[in-house]
């Protein structure tokens, strides 16, 4: 077949091929017929006479061809775009499953991943190099099972204008940390009932939307710890808390009551407010 394409290379171009979903349709240009190597030679009485003459079925085999090719490359080139934009969407990463779901091959995403030179940043995420890399993103993609909460919740609410030097996140209790603990991340566990309580979402300073408990469950959290954070970090804490025009001290009542904070918490914002 690779064959017959190339005997009929030639007169490919001298067609308008109109491709849609479904049918294609070409037109005959019939100033090209002149072209030699179209011509055809045909003996009638002894005389050669040229034939400006295009076998239909051969015009039907290229537009097969054309049509073929042309479905190809409209599929790649779709596959591509989606694939680009879902990796805009995400600052630079590609989740193996994000593409699956939007209906893209595995086989697809590592032509893109090859030619797009993406970096392999664990199983499944991909990121491209030159974009800056959000490492709480990346964490939350990691571990999708865990929360920002505590110290690092207090740096997300613009409670602390501390960077944390390692992450805190909160987990199911039964939640195995082992591979976190070796990266120096703190894991808190929760029982289950409680593990969603002030659950929200927040932008980190990359953009990216990651999940974090509300302040409210923030300052419950660092109370019940308190042993375990800095003084500094906690006096001022309170302190921006009690500040902010967006608390919500009705909220803090009622995460305090089920966490049994409710009375050291009423003591500390008794000399606060």
Not at 72 to 95: A, F, I, W
Not at 105 to 134: F, T
Not at 160 to 185: Q, W
Request: proline share 2%; hydrophobic share 35%.
């Amino acid at each position: 077949m690779r064959e017959k394409a190339q005997e009929f290379e030639p007169i490919i171009n001298k067609f308008s091929i109109i491709v849609d979903e479904k049918t294609y349709r070409y037109q005959k240009q019939l100033n090209f017929c002149k072209i030699n190597n179209l011509k055809k030679t045909a003996k009638n009485g002894g005389k050669e006479e040229d034939q400006n003459v295009i076998n239909d079925n051969s015009i039907d085999f290229c537009a097969n061809i054309i049509y073929n090719i042309s479905a190809k490359v409209v599929y790649s080139l779709n596959t591509y775009q989606r694939l680009k934009e879902l990796s805009e969407q995400n600052n630079g990463m590609l989740k193996t499953m994000d593409v699956v779901n939007a209906g893209i091959s595995k086989s697809a995403l590592a032509k893109y991943v090859k030619n797009q030179n993406l970096e392999k940043v664990c199983h499944g995420i991909y990121r491209d190099p030159d974009k800056w890399m959000d490492q709480m993103y990346l964490l939350q993609l990691r571990c999708p099972q865990t929360v920002f909460s505590h110290d690092t919740a207090l740096f997300l609410h613009d409670l602390t204008d501390r960077d944390p030097l390692y992450y805190s996140v909160t987990a199911k209790t039964g939640y195995n940390p082992s591979h976190l603990s070796k990266e120096k991340i703190k894991v808190y566990t929760i029982k289950k009932d409680l593990f969603e309580l002030g659950l929200s979402n927040i932008v980190t300073p990359f953009g990216n939307k990651v999940r974090v408990y509300d302040i409210e469950r923030t300052i419950c959290d660092i109370v019940r710890s308190r042993s375990t954070i800095e003084i500094q970090i906690f006096q001022d804490a309170l302190k921006n808390y009690s500040r902010r025009r967006d608390k919500n001290l009705l909220r803090l009542e009622e995460y305090a009551i089920q966490f049994h904070v409710e009375r050291i918490i009423r003591r500390y914002l008794e000399v606060l407010l």
